[in-house]
């Protein structure tokens, strides 16, 4: 089997970059909708009229 050029090897370590921080933004999202359904509707902020 060849071996792999090293734009090959460069495309693939920036592909395995993109895909770690793909899943790491998705954990933090989750954990954030998680942390807000927890805190519901009568947490932080609360007081701030958001709503016009």
Known sequence: MPRAT???MKRARQ???VGI???AT???W???QVLVG???P???GASLNLQR
């Open 6 to 8: 090293e734009s090959q």
């Open 15 to 17: 592909a395995r970059m």
């Open 21 to 23: 921080v793909m899943a």
């Open 26 to 28: 998705m954990i933090l």
């Open 30 to 32: 989750l954990g954030a």
């Open 38 to 40: 927890r805190i519901g």
């Open 42 to 44: 009568g947490g932080p």
